[in-house]
């Protein structure tokens, strides 16, 4: 499934100009303009050029292209058609561009994962959205694997409401047949964090370097970490496939719970603050704070990672 908002053009432009200025082919045009007609003899660029036995009809400069473009895109870059396979535009990977996810919100389609936005109450565990077209792994990270092959990976409603905030982001797996593997920086502390299972990877979101924000504020959008294909040919001691060990629908929804008040029990049982006066005190009671990492020791913080976190 294409982009909505692809569009395809007829352009034309000179080849003889020092500037490759494309315009847009339209049915108002006139049928003749300099370039198109014997008055081209008289362009002072053209006779810059030596041609060979030049056809008088028309200009042997003037090049038309077939070229795509996105309209959501604040300005319209051409691209040639021949090009156009390359971008995401043209299959379901276009569901995690920013222009796309800032213009619509894609309607959900039974059987298929076109939709990255929770639409039902039944994708909110204890405040956390949980949507049903995803995959998930024990970490907290998400598979969204499209119908024509592409798959995009990144962090849950949870790991994200955990975090809080992010001060950075590295990616050490950035092309190839590779667990997707990224590091997470948070109060000076580096979390590694990997998908259970290889992938082909193609590309990282690489804007988010300059805006980790995204990964805290839109886990399921524009917060995504690596995109790429199912890894042909790996051998994977479960089920075959990408989506091996991963659990989705009901029994997610059922995990996220679990999860929920495992982290529950796990501040008020293992997390302790020792006060002025040598007593420790314990939490008391109520839900985990939605940055809860920026309140914790960096011990602490470790060992919630590994406890939730892990990357086996």
Same mark, same amino acid.
């Given at each position: 499934?294409?982009? *909505?908002?692809?569009?395809?053009?007829? #352009?034309?432009?000179?080849?003889?100009?020092?500037?490759?200025?494309?315009?847009?082919?339209?049915?108002?045009?006139?049928?003749?303009?300099?370039?198109?007609?014997?008055?081209?003899?008289?362009?002072?660029?053209?006779?810059?050029?030596?041609?060979?036995?030049?056809?008088?009809?028309?200009?042997?400069?003037?090049?038309?292209?077939?070229?795509?473009?996105?309209?959501?895109? *604040?300005?319209?870059?051409?691209?040639?058609?021949?090009?156009?396979?390359?971008?995401?535009?043209?299959?379901?990977?276009?569901?995690?561009?920013?222009?796309? &996810?800032?213009?619509?919100?894609?309607? *959900?389609? *039974?059987?298929?994962?076109?939709?990255?936005?929770?639409?039902?109450?039944?994708?909110? $565990?204890?405040?956390?959205?949980?949507?049903?077209? /995803?995959?998930?792994?024990?970490?907290?990270?998400?598979?969204?694997?499209?119908?024509?092959?592409?798959?995009?990976?990144?962090?849950?409603?949870?790991?994200?409401?955990?975090?809080?905030?992010?001060?950075? %982001?590295?990616?050490?797996?950035?092309?190839?047949?590779?667990?997707?593997?990224?590091? &997470?920086?948070?109060?000076?502390?580096?979390?590694? /964090?990997?998908?259970?299972?290889?992938?082909?990877?193609?590309?990282?979101?690489?804007? /988010?370097?300059?805006?980790?924000?995204?990964?805290?504020?839109?886990?399921?959008?524009?917060?995504? /970490?690596?995109?790429?294909?199912?890894?042909?040919?790996?051998?994977?001691?479960?089920?075959?496939?990408?989506?091996?060990?991963?659990?989705?629908?009901?029994?997610?929804?059922?995990?996220?719970?679990?999860?929920?008040?495992?982290?529950?029990?796990?501040?008020?049982?293992? $997390?302790?603050? #020792?006060?002025?006066?040598?007593?420790? %005190?314990?939490?008391?009671?109520?839900?985990?704070?939605?940055?809860? %990492?920026?309140?914790?020791?960096?011990?602490?913080?470790?060992?919630?990672?590994?406890?939730?976190?892990?990357?086996?």
């Amino acid at each position: 499934m294409r982009c *909505p908002f692809l569009r395809e053009a007829q #352009v034309k432009f000179c080849r003889a100009s020092a500037f490759k200025k494309m315009i847009v082919r339209t049915a108002d045009q006139p049928g003749h303009e300099r370039c198109s007609s014997p008055g081209w003899l008289s362009c002072p660029v053209a006779k810059q050029h030596h041609e060979d036995q030049p056809d008088q009809s028309h200009c042997p400069f003037l090049q038309e292209s077939l070229v795509q473009y996105c309209t959501a895109a *604040p300005m319209s870059k051409f691209i040639p058609y021949t090009e156009a396979q390359l971008s995401r535009c043209g299959n379901e990977a276009h569901r995690y561009c920013e222009a796309f &996810l800032s213009l619509a919100q894609p309607p *959900p389609i *039974p059987g298929s994962s076109l939709s990255t936005v929770p639409s039902t109450d039944e994708a909110m $565990v204890e405040g956390i959205e949980v949507p049903d077209n /995803l995959a998930y792994a024990p970490n907290h990270l998400w598979l969204d694997r499209g119908m024509d092959g592409s798959c995009h990976i990144g962090i849950d409603a949870f790991f994200a409401k955990v975090l809080g905030h992010l001060d950075g %982001l590295s990616f050490i797996t950035w092309k190839g047949v590779a667990r997707p593997t990224a590091v &997470l920086t948070v109060r000076g502390i580096d979390l590694q /964090l990997a998908f259970p299972n290889p992938m082909a990877i193609t590309g990282v979101n690489a804007h /988010l370097r300059s805006h980790p924000e995204k990964i805290i504020s839109e886990p399921y959008g524009a917060g995504w /970490l690596f995109e790429g294909m199912e890894a042909k040919g790996w051998s994977f001691q479960e089920n075959q496939g990408i989506d091996a060990g991963l659990i989705r629908g009901a029994e997610a929804r059922a995990w996220m719970a679990r999860e929920s008040s495992r982290l529950s029990s796990f501040i008020h049982e293992e $997390v302790t603050h #020792v006060q002025g006066g040598g007593f420790a %005190l314990m939490a008391d009671g109520g839900t985990p704070s939605d940055d809860l %990492l920026q309140y914790l020791t960096r011990e602490e913080a470790l060992q919630l990672f590994n406890k939730f976190f892990p990357q086996n």
